[in-house]
């Protein structure tokens, strides 16, 4: 009796010690298979995080290069425009001569075209001198004549007017007449006005004007060329 009692202890402890070892294997299964979960997670996440960074970086590099290479473009405009004095530029004949209403917006202009003038200019040790002979201010043809429109304002008695050249004269001589005297060859002049600097030149409404540039012979070695030529013209 008390061997059939031993027996079945012995039995029932080993049944007791296979149970605990299959129960501590099933514990412990899960923990081993989480691991390796956790740890591609973690490095997923790492090359996020590197490649985000990246991506920025290069559009930022992106970005700084086309700025910098945007910049030089004002500065070869603004180099363009260092050749102003024209220093190299032989005029064989009078320029033409522009007028801007100084108090307009508009960026509009009145080109004159010389009529009566005597020019000349040297080709190394050879100088060159031209004649033309036009009509006189007060023989112009009304239907053919250059016609500038002098605008109103605020009842002003003249308009101030800004002269351009390719090379501005160093004096202006500016004959003023009603226009009423076209045809009198003896009119007398309403008033004459020299200019020896660029200035606006003030005109007024219904007038005959001659414009007389001179560019002075005492700059020929400056310039090889000088001359005076008369830029006619009538306002309305």
Same mark, same amino acid.
């Given at each position: 009796?008390?061997? %059939?009692?031993?027996?079945?202890? !012995? /039995?029932?402890?080993?049944?007791?010690?296979?149970?605990?070892?299959?129960?501590?294997?099933?514990?412990?299964?899960?923990?081993?298979?989480?691991?390796?979960?956790? #740890?591609?997670?973690?490095?997923?996440?790492?090359?996020? &995080?590197?490649? +985000?960074?990246? $991506?920025?970086?290069?559009? =930022?590099?992106?970005? =700084?290069?086309?700025? +910098?290479?945007? &910049?030089?473009?004002?500065?070869?405009?603004?180099?363009?425009?260092?050749?102003?004095?024209?220093? @190299?530029?032989?005029?064989?004949?009078?320029?033409?001569?522009?007028?801007?209403?100084?108090?307009?917006? !508009?960026?509009?202009?009145?080109?004159?075209?010389? %009529?009566?003038?005597?020019? #000349?200019?040297?080709? %190394?040790? &050879? /100088?060159?001198?031209?004649? +033309?002979?036009?009509?006189?201010?007060?023989?112009?043809?009304?239907?053919?004549? =250059?016609?500038?429109?002098?605008? @109103?304002?605020? *009842?002003?008695?003249?308009?101030?007017?800004?002269?351009?050249?390719?090379?501005?004269?160093? *004096? /202006?001589?500016?004959? &003023?007449?009603?226009?009423?005297?076209?045809?009198?060859?003896?009119?007398?002049?309403?008033?004459?006005?020299?200019?020896?600097?660029?200035?606006?030149?003030?005109?007024?409404? @219904?007038?005959?004007?001659?414009?007389?540039?001179?560019?002075?012979?005492?700059?020929? $070695?400056?310039?090889?060329?000088?001359?005076? +030529?008369?830029?006619?013209?009538?306002?309305?």
């Amino acid at each position: 009796m008390k061997k %059939g009692y031993n027996v079945f202890a !012995a /039995i029932l402890l080993l049944s007791l010690s296979l149970t605990t070892a299959c129960s501590g294997r099933a514990v412990s299964q899960p923990a081993e298979s989480s691991e390796p979960e956790s #740890s591609n997670l973690s490095s997923s996440a790492d090359e996020t &995080e590197t490649e +985000a960074p990246s $991506e920025a970086g290069s559009d =930022a590099e992106t970005e =700084a290069s086309s700025e +910098a290479g945007s &910049e030089p473009a004002p500065a070869a405009s603004a180099a363009a425009g260092t050749d102003a004095p024209h220093a @190299d530029v032989l005029l064989t004949g009078p320029p033409e001569i522009s007028l801007s209403d100084s108090l307009s917006s !508009a960026n509009t202009s009145f080109t004159l075209r010389s %009529g009566n003038s005597e020019w #000349s200019w040297a080709d %190394g040790d &050879e /100088i060159t001198t031209s004649i +033309a002979c036009g009509s006189a201010p007060l023989d112009m043809n009304p239907e053919q004549a =250059a016609k500038l429109e002098v605008p @109103d304002y605020n *009842r002003l008695d003249s308009v101030p007017y800004l002269l351009a050249c390719v090379i501005l004269p160093d *004096r /202006i001589l500016l004959r &003023e007449w009603d226009i009423q005297d076209l045809g009198s060859t003896d009119a007398e002049p309403l008033s004459e006005t020299e200019y020896s600097e660029v200035l606006p030149i003030e005109l007024k409404k @219904d007038r005959v004007y001659e414009l007389v540039a001179a560019w002075e012979e005492e700059r020929k $070695e400056e310039r090889s060329f000088w001359g005076e +030529a008369s830029y006619q013209f009538l306002t309305e």
